[in-house]
């Protein structure tokens, strides 16, 4: 049988009859092989038909452009709740590395940190910020943001008027916020006064109805700023946090999202329910394996119980390790602090391999001792026991006998001879990855237990951020085909519920009611896959950022098409010239 999903005016699915003149026109074909899976089209639909213009006096059942999706795989568009785009969404109109991956829509604005609210006098304080917590490099956004706003409603306004090849959603960060209100005294984690929650409650109900999707803080000491200064967030008290979430409560709208070390895990885990109790509101928390001293499990307990309990809590996870990439061209090498490697660590590249093909300058290097600041990673990186080279495709649960420590041991080298080794393969442009988080028992069992766990949502990806040393907006990809297709380390996840976990699930997150799924009256937001050829690709540095700063971008194969707002945005991968995303505004309960 025929089955039809139409957008009339390219922004909603709208069913078809034979006497409407003025739907808009764009066909996917499907045949009995394919699979249209999201909540969920039937198996045998024969035909989803989107918007893409207006034709008048139209023929229902034509388009003026068909595309055959012949045996593929045809799913809602992707919605990745946790990205960092704040500052390439004011100088870009694309959300690369995500747009490769299928992501229709974006949500910003996470961890607490981005460029609104804002005084003149606090640009380079938020910049150093951003640099320190996300790794985007300050010189890029220094170049980048025109700051053309203060309030956080004139942020919203200023990307209102921009074009993307995706939607995206803003959350207010609460460390611009906390540093608006009260100045120097915010940025030293000072407690707030009476006054101080006064004001940033106030300013979080503006920010809500003005369209912000929520609001984010983090408690953490991994988020430091260029400068060592823990976040400004870190330390705020309850009265503070609480009386933003009171600000939900008022406007009936919003959701929160939170990351914390839980030093106290039972205490913290009280002020987070206090301010889901006091907002009514949903909450995401940052969960895996490996960035709480109390594990995962433990946490993910507590979350489970308080939403047993009748709280909207879940945990926000991954679907492979959390990593850093390391090389020649990265942020990081192995060899970082040293001092002989620091002496042409800024040579160009070709100089520097030149320089580090000398043996006596790796006799030395590999003798000197990894510098204070970097005891951390050295630690992590286990004598190469937790180094693997990145292959093409790259593989995201990498067997403990192909690291590098193993394979050093196998071949009778010193480790850190061959990790040496490894640096300069491929013109210097070799990357190794070492795991930090999901991967303390070399495999991904408890990824696959948190993805398939009631209370939690698929998110964590950064896209936009860790420019140079972490490329994970690729996270979606690697869930459909690492647990859908590849993994032979263990069991698979069926692939209607990954479908569901990146669409569905992660927009009824964050309460974007009107995408994520293939029914009718939704958003004509569409991927068309080749399922048997899905690949993420290797990442690689690409200068495409302001000021000619430097990046990870990564790519993937298999993407036929991608469709927002009725419109192919991507074709084989290669960007149209359509730009049909926009800044997504929630302005009352029930928007969106």
Known sequence: PIFFINASYARRFQPTSASDDNVLNQLVDVDADSRAIGEVLPRSVGRLRLGLDRVDGGVAGRGVQEVSADGALVTPGFVDIHTHYDGQATWSNRMSPSSHHGVTTVVMGNCGVGFAPVRRTDHDLLVELMEGVEDIPGVALSEGLSWEWESFPDYLDYLSKRQFDMDIGAQLPHAALRVYVMGRRGADREPATA??????????????????????????????SA????????????????????????TGRGVMEMISDFDDLDTEFDLLKSMVSTAGRPMSISLAQGISDHGWRKVLNKIEGASDAGFAMRGQVAPRPIGILLGLTTTLSPFTTRPSFTEVAHLPLAERIEALADPARKARILAEPAGRGFMRLFRLMDEGRKIWLMSDPPNYEPDPKDSLHARAIASDQDPWSLVYDMLVQNHGKALLYTPFANYAENNLDCCRDMILHKDTVMGLGDGGAHVGTICDASFIT????????????????????????????????????????????MRADVNIIDFDNLNVRLPEMVNDLPAGGARLQQRADGYQMTIVNGQPTYIDGEATDALPGRLVRKTTPDSH
């Open 478 to 521: 690697s869930l459909l085909t690492h647990w859908g297709r590849d993994r032979s380390r263990g069991e698979g996840i069926d692939l209607p519920t990954l479908i569901k976990c990146q669409s569905a699930d992660t927009a009824r997150a964050v309460e974007l009611t009107d995408r994520g799924t293939l029914q009718v009256g």
């Open 195 to 224: 006054e101080d929650v006064a004001e940033m409650r106030r300013l979080t109900e503006q920010a809500i109805r003005a369209g912000a999707l929520g609001f984010t803080s983090s408690r953490t000491l991994n988020h430091r």
């Open 227 to 250: 400068t060592g200064e823990p976040t400004p967030t870190l330390q705020a008290e309850y009265d503070e946090l609480v009386g933003m979430a009171s600000a939900l409560r008022t």
